[in-house]
């Protein structure tokens, strides 16, 4: 399966082509948007559950905070379906 991906792309880049089509991008696109968002919620989260067990009235702007990054990915979600 890689073997045949890697020799289309050279195929493509012979014949003077985008080795990546339109779908390869947006996935592409999506997908470090996801990675982005699990690194972003790590140190948020850890933060959260840390401010949240020593005041408990930190509990809904811990959780506000924790929800932000996840507006990067339906962000991008969104933008695909306009896109295609």
Sequence with gaps: MMDTTIQ????????????????????????????????AQRGIGSAAVGA??????????????TALPETLIIIAFVTIFIAN
């Design 8 to 39: 289309m792309a050279e195929v493509a880049l012979q014949q003077g082509g985008p080795a990546l089509n339109n779908q390869g991008a947006a996935a592409i696109a999506v997908g470090l948007g996801a990675l982005a968002t699990g690194y």
């Design 52 to 65: 949240v067990a020593e005041d408990d009235d930190m509990f809904v702007p811990a959780l506000i905070f």
